[in-house]
């Protein structure tokens, strides 16, 4: 079974600072894809960033980007010039063929001015 | 609608006590999904539905869960004699068929409470 692990359960980063949110995850599939999702309080989930393991390029969605390391399956998230708005639990995913999505226990992103 | 759709937002039940939670999902989304999600925690996969088959219902907890799409739209997650373990938020997620990003479009939640 597919899992997801996000080590570190709380963050803080400095309004317009930098901050990396780490995930690592296990399968034994080649074909799959992952996510970073945000939780705000009202807690609808809403997708931050998408990667298809079958690309090397990392994705990047303005000032969000991800570092994928598929060898050493890793997935790790960095937000740049963090905003105030930024603040939010976020949860990484793996979604294969399946097509269920598979959560990690999420990080929390303290933003602080 | 624009979005997925839940309700109730928020129901409390007293132990023991059925409920029923509804989804309807963006329209023309065929797979549908259901997640409890935990306080502090990440959601858990409790069933999947392609139009109106249920294609996987592994995460359901206990035959108290049951969850239902009887036309491939409006999904319903019905919960018998409710136990304080069941307390948690109830996403709903659904996605288009055939869709090569794999992203899930979620609802809100219901946020369920036994006493």
């Known amino acids: 079974a597919q899992t997801v692990t996000q080590s570190q359960p709380e963050m803080s980063v400095q309004e317009a600072e930098t901050v990396t949110l780490s995930c690592t995850y296990d399968?034994?599939?080649?074909?799959?894809?992952l996510f970073w999702y945000k939780q705000p309080p009202s807690r609808q989930m809403i997708l931050v960033i998408r990667?298809?393991?079958?690309?090397?390029q990392n994705a990047t969605e303005n000032r969000f980007s991800v570092n994928f390391q598929k060898a050493a399956k890793s997935f790790s998230l960095k937000i740049s010039d963090s905003q105030l708005g930024d603040a939010a639990m976020y949860f990484c995913?793996?979604?294969?063929?399946?097509?269920?999505?598979?959560f990690g226990a999420g990080t929390i992103l303290r933003v602080k001015s | 609608g624009a979005g997925v759709s839940q309700s109730p937002r928020y129901k409390v039940a007293k132990r023991g006590q059925d409920v029923a939670l509804r989804c309807d999902p963006i329209s023309g989304h065929v797979s549908l999904f259901w997640y409890q999600q935990a306080l502090g925690q990440g959601p858990e996969f409790l069933t999947y539905?392609?139009?109106?088959?249920?294609?996987?219902k592994s995460g359901l907890p206990s035959d108290r869960f049951f969850a239902e799409r009887p036309e491939g739209s409006v999904s319903t997650l019905k919960i018998q004699r409710t136990q304080q373990e069941d307390s948690a938020v109830y996403l709903c997620a659904s996605s288009p068929w055939g869709s090569n990003t794999g992203e899930l479009f979620f609802g809100e939640g219901s946020r369920l409470t036994v006493l």
């Open positions: 990667q298809e393991a079958y690309k090397q």
């Open positions: 399968t034994s599939e080649s074909d799959y894809y």
């Open positions: 995913a793996y979604r294969s063929a399946s097509r269920k999505l598979v």
């Open positions: 539905f392609q139009n109106e088959a249920q294609l996987d």
